[in-house]
């Protein structure tokens, strides 16, 4: 299993990042970069992803610089940044995303970051698609400009929840830097058919996120979420039908491991980040 590729996948940031979760109100690591890229790199990794709290802080306290540096002194050669929401609504909450996404882009560009991650309305408040259409190729633009791509995290419970509302945003969009993100663990929890993934054209989806869990829930939605995910193979998601059906769309990208866990924050972040790295492989080895 150690000779299989993995050039190919990304510790995601809240895999690396210690005691830290989403929705805090601050969300950046109370660890040292250069121990985490360290300890990402040893577990066999071939890239890390940042959220904006954390790129802020270590270009801070670092400079953007030796941030770079610190990749690729450890061989990190991919990133990706996160999390816009709000990026299609009006008003207040319009105003705020702006000065995160001005932010998100600056910080791809600085990092030469592969995408950046975005969402739907996690309230699920629905939007009519022309204007999901136009908002998306916008940032998309806006994106290619600083040489990076959106991928679009499908989410239940929010307005883009399922692979026919994803499917038809980018679809309609036509944005070769735009597409869709499939996090295994939304996949199983959103009730969306894992089979039904294998018929999505290539080029639909440009980021797969691993993980595994509970067929049941032991609490709502969001904490469950951001509280009880498991590495793969330690759980009771579908993983190889998981992992076949996006080998049958001709996908090639990346493969990012995100396990948001109480216990995974309570471990060093060499051992928690060598466990992902052990569940990675896994999950690969079931393509073959």
């Known amino acids: 299993m150690t000779s299989l590729r993995m050039d190919n996948t990304i510790c995601t940031y809240f895999t690396h990042a210690g005691n830290v979760s989403p929705f805090d109100r601050v969300m950046a690591s109370p660890l040292p970069l250069a121990r985490r890229a360290e300890a990402v790199a040893r577990a066999g990794f071939a890239g890390m992803g940042f959220g904006l709290d954390d790129f802020n802080q270590q270009a801070t306290e670092l400079g953007v610089n030796e941030i770079n540096r610190i990749l690729r002194a450890n061989g990190l050669q991919h990133t990706e940044v996160e999390v816009l929401l709000d990026w299609f609504v009006e008003g207040p909450r319009r105003a705020a995303s702006d000065l995160r996404r001005a932010q998100l882009l600056q ?32 940032l998309c633009s806006e994106a290619a400009a600083v040489g990076t791509s959106v991928t679009i995290e499908l989410f239940p419970s929010s ?27 939304h996949m199983v929890r959103g009730h969306i058919p894992i089979q039904a993934i294998a018929s999505l054209p290539t080029g639909v989806i440009n980021h797969i996120e691993l993980d595994d869990g509970t067929l049941l829930p032991s609490s709502d939605y969001f904490t469950d979420t951001c509280c009880s995910r498991l590495p793969c193979g330690e759980g009771e998601f579908p993983l190889a039908e998981f992992m076949q059906a996006v080998k049958a769309t001709g996908y090639d990208g990346l493969y990012g491991t995100e396990i948001l866990s109480a216990s995974f924050r309570s471990m060093d972040v060499e051992a928690a980040v060598m466990r992902a790295g052990e569940s990675t492989r896994y999950a690969l080895s079931l393509q073959d």
Do not use: Y
């Open 107 to 138: 910080a791809a560009e600085q990092l030469g970051a592969r995408h950046i991650k975005v969402a739907g309305d996690l309230s699920g408040v629905p939007q009519p698609m022309s204007r999901l259409v136009a908002e998306f190729q916008q």
């Open 159 to 185: 307005n883009l929840a399922d692979l026919q509302t994803g499917f038809a945003l980018v679809d309609q969009a036509g944005c070769r830097n735009g597409g869709l993100l499939l996090d295994i663990w």
